[in-house]
């Protein structure tokens, strides 16, 4: 009888241990789980974590093995009190999620130090932050995105005290402009959550580096909030390898965000790259956005008002600004205040700007707000006025385009061409920066009418900022553009390897007609030259934005160069883009090149984003 009844416990517990064991591996691969785990299946079909510091697995194979982690998990969640209570504490979004799924008597989450954090942050919703494209930073060259918790009490006049959720690399202070791109490129960053004053981040960005902010309201619950909030204080001690064009600031966000609801994927599609407002339309295509409210920038409003004053208004303002007494002239009350207003605000962007002293430039603020102040009159400076697209009503970070290219020396050809990312000057502009050029990763590859192929072009980057001088700002254009190409020769196209960069002026609105003219040096290496040449010379053009679907360029470039057989070559080109539809538009082009031979070329090219 007890031989029978010792088969029967054993037998009891076998299946018990068995049925937990499949309960268990179901869990591990349950979507929710994945993500708290922040796994991403491998090309030969493993798993591994995107999280590199040993401190969030409690499993020695938890970073490939979420089985293991999740058995981990649970045995801390399952042990003695002090063990629960420290495990339970520092996982508590694991814990929330295990406790609903396996249904036992687990203790309610009890964890004080977390709940002074709750009680502090106070939260009821989400906003996604997204600062435009700062030019002048590599990191910053595709825009950014930040979170803001917003709380219970809050109003649009305290959001500016809320607290905001950062993913940033944490970048060695030694290291230049070049080798903090180089490195943020390979992954050699580690990056971290943090939070922080939302004001901190809108003077860096809104002030500081003068970029237009776009807000928006998430569409999430209290509760839903509450479980992104409890991942959130799970990633104090996580690290990440950064990297600048997939697992960046975006994306790790995304990765945040999806954390609050089961069935919600926001990072699947991100395989190659995470443009931030590739990022926000992710969130919009899954109904989590409301309608942004849009911030304008320092540099935004300061141009706005002073194309509200003549040319002796301004010179006025400025002469305010130097310290000298206020010319009355003529003026008229509400004249006079626009003078003081637009000194002020002038005056103060130059103080952040410039980082002029405060000991010279704060008593001078203060007498214009004095001055002011003995005018009984509202401002007559309206605000910049809401732009028509926000940034995820842009075009597709990605392209793919088809052409036709007719020769006139050369072969003819049909040439296929890929873009990793992200925008051109005659793009369709809307939600992205006017004059500003990103375009990362460009593939161009042809077929000759004769059956033989090339790679046609290889740009690994190619960047131009294009900011007009105005009567505000004394503004400086450059570019850069770093690959391979090929170019007209007598018999075929010869291959080159070259960098080049320029800097110079730019005039005009790049909202309707704007002109530029750089200074520019070049190296070239390859077929096309008989060794290391250095190049000098110019590069002009004109582009016409007549309307959002259509723009018109004329450009040109002459250089100079040295130990080549050839002593210069140039290039003159006219485009022609209409956008039809959001993400596919036509281009048509005519170029005149001259290197060792002349060649003219018509194209034809059809252009789908996405």
Not at 41 to 63: A, I, N, P, Y
Request: charged letters at 20%; glycine letters at 4%.
């Amino acid at each position: 009888m007890k031989k029978i009844l010792v088969i029967l416990l054993v037998t009891l517990f076998s299946t018990y241990s068995n049925a937990k064991s499949i309960e268990n591996s179901a869990l591990a691969t349950h979507p929710y789980w994945i993500k708290l785990g922040h796994y991403r299946s491998t090309t030969l079909g493993s798993w591994k974590s995107e999280v590199d510091s040993t401190e969030f697995f409690l499993s020695s194979e938890g970073k490939t093995n979420p089985e293991a982690e999740l058995n981990a998990t649970i045995n801390a969640f399952e042990g003695n009190k002090n063990t629960l209570q420290k495990y339970s504490c520092k996982f508590p979004a694991r814990y929330t999620w295990l406790k609903s799924k396996i249904k036992n008597n687990w203790p309610k989450l009890n964890c004080p130090e977390l709940q002074t954090w709750q009680k502090v942050i106070n939260p009821q919703g989400i906003t996604l932050v997204f600062p435009t494209a700062f030019m002048n930073s590599p990191s910053s060259m595709f825009g950014h995105t930040l979170l803001r918790i917003d709380a219970k009490d809050q109003t649009r006049n305290k959001e500016l005290i809320a607290f905001a959720v950062n993913f940033a690399a944490e970048p060695e202070q030694s290291d230049n402009a070049a080798m903090y791109a180089l490195k943020g490129i390979i992954g050699s960053y580690p990056g971290k959550f943090s939070l922080m004053p939302y004001y901190k981040k809108v003077r860096e960005y809104n002030d500081l580096e003068s970029r237009d902010i776009w807000e928006y309201k998430l569409n999430l619950t209290e509760r839903q909030v509450e479980l992104v909030l409890l991942h959130l204080w799970e990633l104090q001690s996580a690290t990440f390898d950064y990297y600048f064009i997939d697992e960046n600031c975006s994306y790790q966000l995304l990765a945040l965000l999806q954390l609050a609801k089961e069935d919600l994927d926001l990072t699947s599609q991100f395989n190659m790259q995470a443009i931030p407002s590739d990022t926000v339309a992710a969130l919009d295509d899954n109904d989590l956005l409301q309608t942004p409210n849009y911030r304008p920038a320092f540099g935004t409003k300061l141009y706005h008002y002073s194309t509200q004053l003549n040319d002796l208004q301004l010179s006025d303002a400025r002469e305010l600004m130097m310290g000298n007494p206020l010319n009355k002239r003529n003026y008229s009350e509400k004249e006079l205040v626009a003078i003081l207003e637009m000194a002020y605000e002038w005056l103060n962007f130059e103080f952040y700007d410039k980082a002029l002293n405060r000991k010279v430039i704060a008593p001078r603020l203060t007498k214009l707000l004095i001055m002011r102040s003995k005018y009984a009159v509202p401002s007559p400076l309206s605000k910049p006025a809401k732009p028509e697209a926000s940034p995820e009503q842009g075009h597709g970070s990605s392209r793919l385009t088809a052409k036709r290219i007719q020769n006139n020396q050369n072969h003819n050809t049909n040439n296929l061409a890929y873009r990793l990312a992200y925008h051109d000057l005659l793009d369709r502009p809307a939600g992205f920066i006017p004059g500003a050029q990103i375009s990362f990763f460009d593939l161009e590859v042809s077929l000759t009418d004769h059956n033989t192929s090339h790679v046609e072009h290889f740009y690994f980057l190619d960047a131009m900022s294009l900011a007009p001088d105005n009567r505000v700002f004394d503004s400086w254009s450059w570019n850069f553009k770093l690959g391979f190409d090929r170019q007209a020769s007598k018999t075929k196209r010869l291959g080159r390897f070259f960098s080049k960069g320029g800097y110079g002026k730019s005039y005009g609105n790049p909202n309707n007609i704007h002109g530029y003219i750089l200074g520019q040096f070049e190296l070239n290496k390859g077929d096309i030259t008989d060794q290391l040449s250095l190049g000098l010379g110019t590069e002009l053009g004109l582009i016409w934005q007549v309307n959002n679907k259509n723009k018109l360029a004329l450009t040109g470039n002459l250089f100079w160069l040295s130990n080549n057989a050839v002593n210069r070559h140039s290039e003159t080109t006219l485009t022609w883009n209409y956008a039809f539809m959001q993400n596919i538009a036509v281009r048509a082009q005519i170029k005149h090149e001259k290197w060792h031979a002349s060649n003219t070329s018509a194209v034809l090219a059809l252009q789908f984003y996405f």
